[in-house]
């Protein structure tokens, strides 16, 4: 099984800054961490889950555009782990954050998905 370990949630005033971070392991972790595309998600109350972010092996990324300019993705593949860096937090960022990670060939139900960390930012 691989696992996906979310950290780094909490609250934070409209303005501040929060870094979330996955950190992937397991023993079905098969090729390693540096072939995965890694991604963000976050879901908010009465809402669908939606891509915040996603960075590919070769290190290129896709940010949404409700959060660019504000949000960078990034790994460390010696710590086989993403990180989403937060700044200029708005209200309506508040949700729960979701890191995915995806094989390359393999179909998104194959995907592996974190326990979700909250990210609640106050007006």
Excluded: H
Aim: proline fraction near 3%; charge should be positive.
């Amino acid at each position: 099984q691989v696992q996906l370990v979310e950290s780094g949630g909490g609250l934070v005033q409209a303005g501040g800054s929060l870094r979330i971070s996955c950190a992937v392991s397991g023993s079905g972790f098969r090729s390693g961490f540096s072939i995965y595309s890694m991604g963000w998600y976050r879901q908010a109350p009465g809402k669908q889950r939606e891509l915040v972010a996603r960075i590919w092996s070769d290190g290129s990324r896709n940010i949404a555009d409700s959060v660019k300019g504000r949000f960078t993705i990034s790994r460390d593949s010696a710590k086989n782990t993403v990180y989403l860096q937060m700044n200029s937090l708005k209200p309506e960022d508040t949700a729960v954050y979701y890191c995915n990670a995806q094989r390359p060939g393999t179909r998104p139900e194959d995907d592996y998905w974190g326990q979700g960390t909250q990210v609640t930012v106050s007006s």
